[in-house]
C-alpha cells in the first residue's frame, strides 16, 4: 500500500505584525490552511481537540466539517480526540455526521490527549485516567461494530440494545488510536484492531520500532492481519535549510518554554534544537532535506503514514501557507519518488 502523507495542526493562535490574532481568526485560517493542503496534494489534514488559550480548536468536529465543505479529496481526522473527557456516543454520531458531509473521509483518531485541562473542565477526575479511556475506547469499539449496542462499565450509564444514529454509509468509521509511547497503549490499539499513530516529538525516531514490532506481535497473537503504523512529529518547510530554521526556531521556542514552564522543562537554547533537527524528530529545513529525512522515518519504522505537525505557536499564517504548499507539491513527491 501507498505510504500516506497528512499535515496535523491544533490551530495554533498566531501571529501577525506582532499581535496574536483572535482565536476565531485562527480557525478561519486553518480551514484556508487545509483547502491549500487539498489543491496542494496532501493526503490527510488532522485537527487537534485542546481546551487551551494557545490553541484555539476545541471542538474538531466542527472545524473539518467547514473544510469538507471547501474540499473533495483529503482525508478529515482529529489528531486527537480526547476521548477520556468525552461521551463515546457523541463522538462516534458527530463523526458520523462528519463523515456524511465529505462523502466518506473521517478519520476518527482517539487519544488520551497530552494535556488535562479537558478533566476538570467536563468534570471528570484525574484519579480515573487510566480507567475512563479504557472504558470508552470499549463502548467506541462496540458502537464501530455497528448494530443495537448493548454494553455496561463504571464511567457512565449502560446501554441495553440501543440503536446509534447516524450510521456510517460505508462502516466501518475510519478509527486510529494515538500513542504516546507505552506499550500498554500499543497492546490495546492491536486488542481493538485498530490502526496505530505514533506521536513521536522528540529523540531518534529509530527507539520506537520495538513499539512497531510489539504492535505486530499483538496483532499476530490474535491472528489478525498487520495493520498500518503512521506518526505524528513535528515540522516545517522551508525555502532552504538556513531559513527554515531561522523562521521556525523562535516561534516554536516560544512554544516549547511556554508549555515547560508549566511541566518542568528547561528553557529551549538553538544548539539542542539544531540537534533534534539534524538527529531527531524535527523535520525541518528545505523540501529536500526534509524529504530525505521522513523518507528515512518511513523505511525505519515500515510506516503507512506520515503526518507533519506543522503549527508552532505564534508561527504565522503566511508561513504556515507556505509549509503547507511546499509540503504538499515538493516534499510528498520527493518522498515518494525515494520510496519507489
Known amino acids: 500500500m501507498m505510504t500516506e502523507f497528512g499535515l ?25 490552511e487545509a483547502v491549500l493542503a487539498d ?18 480548536i476545541s471542538s474538531p468536529e466542527t472545524v473539518l466539517a467547514a473544510i ?86 463504571h464511567v457512565r450509564p449502560a446501554l441495553t440494545d440501543q440503536a446509534i444514529h447516524p450510521p456510517v454509509e460505508r462502516a466501518p468509521l475510519a478509527t486510529w488510536i494515538g500513542v504516546g509511547g507505552s506499550p500498554q497503549s500499543v497492546v490495546r490499539a492491536a486488542h481493538y484492531g485498530l490502526p496505530m499513530l505514533l506521536a513521536i516529538i522528540g ?12 504492535y505486530a506481535r499483538a496483532l499476530q497473537d490474535r491472528k489478525q492481519p498487520m495493520l498500518p503504523v503512521g506518526v505524528h512529529s513535528p515540522g516545517y518547510v522551508g525555502r532552504d ?19 515547560g514552564s508549566t511541566r518542568g522543562w528547561p528553557p529551549l537554547q538553538r544548539a539542542a534544537f539544531d540537534a533534534e533537527v539534524r538527529a531527531g524528530s524535527l523535520y525541518v529545513g528545505g523540501p529536500e532535506t526534509v524529504a530525505r529525512k521522513i523518507a528515512a522515518t518511513v523505511r525505519t519504522l515500515g ?10 505557536g505564534p508561527l504565522s499564517h503566511d508561513r504556515l501557507m507556505g509549509c503547507v504548499e511546499r509540503y504538499g ?12
Open 8 to 32: 496535523d495542526t491544533f490551530g495554533d493562535v498566531t501571529e501577525a505584525a506582532g499581535l496574536a490574532v483572535h482565536p476565531a481568526q485562527a480557525i478561519r485560517d486553518t480551514v484556508e
Open 39 to 56: 489543491q496542494a496534494g496532501v493526503d490527510v489534514f488532522g485537527v487537534g481537540e485542546h481546551h487551551r488559550a494557545d490553541f484555539a
Open 68 to 153: 469538507a465543505a471547501r474540499t473533495g479529496r483529503i482525508r478529515l481526522a482529529s489528531a486527537v480526540t480526547v476521548l477520556s473527557s468525552d461521551d463515546p456516543v457523541r463522538v462516534y454520531q458527530r463523526f458520523a455526521t462528519l463523515d456524511a458531509l465529505s462523502s466518506g473521509r473521517a478519520e476518527a483518531i482517539l487519544g488520551r490527549g497530552s494535556f488535562t485541562e479537558s478533566f476538570p473542565l467536563f468534570g471528570y477526575p484525574l484519579d480515573q485516567y487510566e480507567r475512563l479511556f479504557n472504558e470508552k475506547l470499549d463502548l467506541f469499539a462496540a458502537i464501530r461494530r455497528g448494530g443495537p449496542v448493548t454494553w455496561r462499565g
Open 203 to 214: 529523540g531518534d525516531p529509530a527507539r520506537f520500532r520495538p513499539f512497531v514490532d510489539l
Open 241 to 259: 535549510d538556513a531559513s527554515a530554521a531561522d523562521e521556525f526556531f523562535p516561534d516554536y521556542k516560544r512554544m516549547h518554554d511556554g508549555i
Open 303 to 312: 510506516l503507512s503514514r506520515f503526518h507533519l505537525k506543522y503549527s508552532a
Open 329 to 340: 507539491r515538493q516534499v510528498i513527491p520527493m518522498v515518494r519518488d525515494m520510496l519507489a
